[in-house]
């Protein structure tokens, strides 16, 4: 791999969450179980996108939340900050598909910081919508980046995902 340095920033909610059609209690969130099926494969530095305001306990609210944040095309407070990004050469970039897209802190991260001439590779859980416009939203907020064919997968086929990371890491040269 020609690659120096790799980032995986996520943002992934743990708690109430639909998986198969009912709402489980999920201990680690869908999008972070992948993280680190990226990190165990690539040995990137992991970094988790978080907000200054948790989101609600309760899967519904929290979806109305984030409907909210998304008609209004909010960017809310991160809570944490990178030092540099400046070293990193590849970005995966995960999230859950909330309303057709990236979670709205996504956006905030990615508005963060200078992407230019970085490779960018997103990768999100869903239960059904796959990336939504959220490949389309990363290549507009961060037009001088390289943006890579994104992963979907299912939350609830997160625990099975192995191959389908590593296969995927395989198609686009990622493998170290």
């Avoid at 680690?28 to 990137?44: D, F, P, R, S, W």
């Avoid at 099975?160 to 686009?172: F, I, N, Q």
């Amino acid at each position: 791999m020609a690659y120096s340095k790799i980032l995986i920033a996520y943002f992934s909610r743990r708690g109430n969450n639909y998986v198969n059609g009912r709402i489980m209690n999920l201990p680690i969130g869908n999008t972070e179980v992948i993280a680190k099926k990226i990190h165990e494969l690539t040995g990137g530095d992991m970094f988790e996108i978080k907000t200054v305001k948790t989101y609600p306990e309760d899967y519904t609210e929290t979806t109305e939340v984030a409907k909210e944040e998304k008609w209004q095309n909010a960017r809310p407070e991160l809570a944490n900050k990178l030092d540099d990004i400046s070293s990193y050469d590849v970005i995966f970039l995960g999230y859950p598909n909330w309303w057709g897209t990236m979670p709205m802190a996504v956006f905030t991260f990615l508005e963060s910081y200078d992407f230019a001439g970085k490779t960018i590779v997103p990768f999100c859980t869903h239960e059904g919508s796959g990336m939504g416009s959220s490949e389309r939203d990363i290549k507009k907020l961060c037009p001088n980046a390289k943006v890579l064919p994104g992963l979907a997968i299912r939350g609830s086929n997160v625990n099975k995902a192995d191959k389908d990371v590593a296969d995927w890491l395989k198609r686009l040269d990622l493998m170290p």
